[in-house]
Structures are given as structure tokens and as C-alpha cells.
């Protein structure tokens, strides 16, 4: 049996020969696995349509939802209800208990198994600078019109007091992304859907999101927002964040509390990033956080497999109580068990627990409710390995998030909605930029109506209600 899996290993270790690899060799000693690793997501692009268009693919293809519905269209890869059925118990328990199933249906069949990833672990929240309103004298904004006070202060006032004008109060991410400190009060996320009067739409069509606009634009004309915030991409805004530049960011929590702030602090031990809490109010009343979905991969099985039960097996291990087990690896080494609940060893702390970085075992914790996740971050939080803060993110997330309602995916918005979107955003950039007016987002909503819009609603609808 023959399985992808795109990840980076370490340079010595071979894909099919370590600790993970053997493990699934032990659990199934009636097949032959074969892992075929591809280190690089654009390399692995071209190499699976090449593997799936010549019937040259393995038995279980790692893909996206986008892969999925195309593939299941061209009838290049089967329907997995019957066996997922009969051979992955462990797989149903823990995924379609939350519905992330769903990601994976198309046209009333699954086609596709997940990864999922609790959006709830490593949610975005809006984090500003505390150590900064506290030099300058201000309170934590609650508001647009405070947020907008506080990004000139951030960008004008010397927050950090080196007498440089080297800080922002934000920035962003190429193609307005990671900019929800400014569109979420208005209800709207640019990437999202959200169901207004019973019906799901898209929020690019949404007239919040022309307030939204308006709103970016006067920030971006008072200079509050980095010059480079519409081309930089994310690791490039990662690395400014890490480096303190920005007075108001967007970040996934984990990444802010455990890498940020600590790093931060080595030459300023009172520098920190907190989280807004309750996010940013908009002129509605709104309060709104993004919230990612819960598929991160997709894996299908080819018509041609001669063993099609084989690679469902062998996913569905992956979310047994033994894997799960296996997954954390040595205790002392890689993980310390802290109030009941395994706790990973930071690999700056021990090196040599990741030297098989890489697995194809998903960690349960991703399929856990809200209530454990709460439940085990207080119980880790008492015992001192990690901030309260994560406590507080996932209640946040819990009670702000805009989880989104489409799930099951429509073939007509996977072929035509990325036109649609590159239109908005060229537009969207240039109406903040001063390009094109305001109102120029009237016409792009009529633009979307008569080019396929209408239709991408509808089947959304269809298959999503």
C-alpha cells in the first residue's frame, strides 16, 4: 500500500524507516506501506495532479477540499460511506461527532477523510501591545473609534520610547489578509461566509463590508497602518510581529504566548502582547473573532486501489487511544504528563524529542469539545506550564467566534469563486489605497450577481441546508 504525506523531516531520516513509519508497520503486518514524502506543499501540487491524471496515484492521497470535489466530479477517486462504515469506528467517533465530516461530503457522498484541526487550539484573536498603552497613558480600546485613537498613538508617540519613528500601529497581510482588528467589528471577514436571514453568503458581498472598507481606508489615510501591509507575506509579518514592530496584530494565540512574548522579553522584561478582551466593538454593536474551519487535510482513495479498505484502516488508526499514545512519544522526552493531561516538551527546551519531528498520527486533543479544551488548559494552567491566557482565547473563541456555515463543498464555488475573489480583492486594495472610490463596491456586488454568483449561493445553500 502506498500513502503521501506532505511534511519536512529532518535531513537524516528515512520516510520509511523511524519511529512513526514502523509503528503503522507493526499495526498493519499484512501490508506492504510504502510512504511517498513530499517536503514542499508547491511541490506536492504538481506532483499529485500528475499522479492522479496518469492513474498513478497511491492508495491514500493526501489532497485539498478543492482537490476533493474536482477529483470526485471526474470520477478519479470513489465514495468512502461503505467503509468508512465498516473500518474506521475510531475515525467516526471523533470526527463526525463535531461535524467536520462534513468538509469531506460532496453531492450527499464522503469522498474524502479528514485531518482535523480544532480551530478552538490555536485560534486568531486581535492582540495589542500592553506595555505601549501603559507608557503612553491609555486605557485597552473597546471601540473603533479608541482602536483608531490608539493605532496614531502606536504609530506617532514613540510607544516603545527609543526616540526612533520606527513602529506601526499595525499591518497586515498580502490581499487584506490577517486584518480582522479592522473588519470584524463590522461583522465581516473577507474569507468567510456567514448566514444572514437564513440564507449563507459570502461576506465580500455583504454591505458591512463596505463599512469595513471605508473604515481600512481611513486608517490607511491617517498612516496608521505599515506601507508594506498589502504585499507582505506571512512569514515576512510573522517575523515584524516577532520583532515588536506593530502596536496591534492579528495572530494565532500560541504562536503570540509561547514564541512572541518570550522573545520580546529577552531584551524588554515588560514587553507583551495581550489578548483584546472582549474584541474590538463595531458601530452595530458587533464583536466578532475569525475562526478557522475544522478540515486541514483531505485524504481520498483512487477508483483504481485494489485494497481500498486498506488505506481507511490504516487512517482510521490514526485516531485510536493507542496511536494517540504512541503520538506523544517518551515520556520525559518528548512529553511530561502535568494534572492528567500530556504536555508537550518544548522542542527549544528538548531537541532531541524531535528528531522525529514528523508522523501521520493525529493528536485527539484536535477532536476534543470545547469543555475538555477548557477543562485541560485550567488544569495545565494550575501546574504552571502554560499562561491562562489560552483559557481565556478558547472562551473568547467560544463566545465570539463566527464559526463558519459552509461545510459541505459546492464544485461550482470551488471553479468559479476564486475569480470572483482575486476581483474583490484587486478592487478592495484599491478603494483603501485611493485607487477607486468607495462606492465602486456597489458595482462589485452587481458584478457578482451577473458572473456567477447568483448560482454559487444557491448550490452553497443546496448542499449546506
Known amino acids: 500500500m502506498r500513502a503521501t504525506h506532505v511534511v519536512e523531516l529532518p535531513a537524516e531520516t528515512d520516510a520509511n524507516e523511524n519511529r512513526y513509519a514502523n509503528i503503522f508497520a507493526r499495526a498493519f503486518p499484512e501490508y506492504d506501506i510504502t510512504w511517498e514524502i513530499v517536503p514542499a506543499v508547491s511541490d506536492y501540487d504538481q506532483k499529485k495532479n500528475l499522479a492522479i491524471a496518469s492513474g498513478n496515484a497511491p492508495d491514500l492521497i493526501q489532497c485539498s477540499k478543492t482537490d476533493m470535489v474536482l477529483w470526485a466530479d471526474q470520477g478519479l477517486i470513489q465514495p468512502l460511506d461503505a467503509l468508512i462504515e465498516q473500518y474506521a469506528p475510531d475515525y467516526r467517533r471523533n470526527v463526525a461527532a463535531n461535524g467536520a465530516d462534513l468538509y469531506g461530503r460532496y453531492l450527499g457522498r464522503q469522498y474524502s477523510l479528514i485531518t482535523p484541526s480544532n480551530p478552538m487550539l490555536n485560534g486568531r484573536h486581535q492582540f495589542v501591545r500592553k506595555d505601549w498603552l501603559d507608557r503612553l497613558g491609555l486605557e485597552m480600546p473597546r471601540t473603533t473609534e479608541e482602536l483608531f485613537t490608539v493605532l496614531k498613538a502606536f504609530t506617532f508617540d514613540d510607544p516603545d520610547g527609543n526616540g526612533k519613528n520606527d513602529t506601526y500601529g499595525m499591518s497586515g497581510v498580502k490581499n487584506l489578509a490577517f486584518m480582522d482588528q ?7 471577514d473577507f474569507d468567510s461566509w456567514s448566514r444572514v436571514d437564513g440564507q449563507i453568503v459570502p461576506d465580500i458581498i455583504r454591505p458591512e463590508t463596505k463599512e469595513a472598507l471605508a473604515y481600512i481606508k481611513k486608517c490607511w489615510e491617517a498612516g496608521v497602518i505599515e506601507p508594506d501591509a498589502f504585499i507582505l507575506q506571512f512569514g515576512e509579518y510573522w517575523a515584524r510581529c516577532r520583532q515588536g514592530y506593530y502596536g496591534f496584530i492579528n495572530m494565532y494565540q500560541s504562536g503570540v504566548i509561547t514564541i ?19 474584541p474590538i466593538e463595531g458601530p452595530g454593536g458587533t464583536r466578532r473573532l475569525s475562526v478557522d474551519s475544522w478540515d486541514y487535510w483531505h485524504w481520498a482513495v483512487p477508483v483504481a486501489v485494489k485494497h481500498p479498505e486498506a488505506g481507511v484502516r490504516l487512517f482510521n488508526y490514526s485516531f485510536t487511544e493507542e496511536a494517540d499514545r504512541l503520538f506523544w512519544g517518551d515520556e520525559g522526552v518528548s512529553h511530561e504528563i502535568r494534572a492528567g493531561y500530556y504536555f508537550r516538551i518544548p522542542r527549544q527546551k528538548n531537541p532531541q524529542a524531535w528528531a522525529y519531528s514528523y508522523n501521520f498520527v493525529v493528536d485527539l486533543y484536535h477532536t476534543r469539545s470545547v469543555h475538555f479544551l477548557i477543562e485541560m488548559w485550567t488544569a495545565l494552567a494550575r501546574t504552571g506550564v502554560v499562561s491562562m491566557d489560552y483559557v481565556e482565547s478558547i472562551g473568547l473563541l467560544e463566545e465570539y467566534g463566527d464559526h463558519d456555515p459552509y461545510r459541505i463543498p459546492s464544485l461550482l464555488e470551488a471553479e468559479k469563486m476564486p475569480v470572483l475573489r482575486n476581483y474583490f480583492t484587486e478592487m478592495a486594495v484599491n478603494i483603501v489605497l485611493g485607487r477607486r472610490p468607495l462606492d465602486d463596491f456597489d458595482g462589485w456586488r452587481a458584478y457578482f450577481y451577473t458572473n456567477g454568483g447568483t448560482e454559487i449561493i444557491e448550490d452553497v445553500n443546496r448542499l449546506n441546508n
Do not use: C, E, G
Not at 264 to 274: E, F
Open 260 to 278: 512572541a512574548n518570550p522573545l520580546l522579553r529577552k531584551d524588554n522584561p515588560q514587553a507583551l502582547y495581550a489578548i483584546v478582551a472582549p
Open 182 to 188: 479592522l473588519t470584524s467589528p463590522f461583522d465581516v
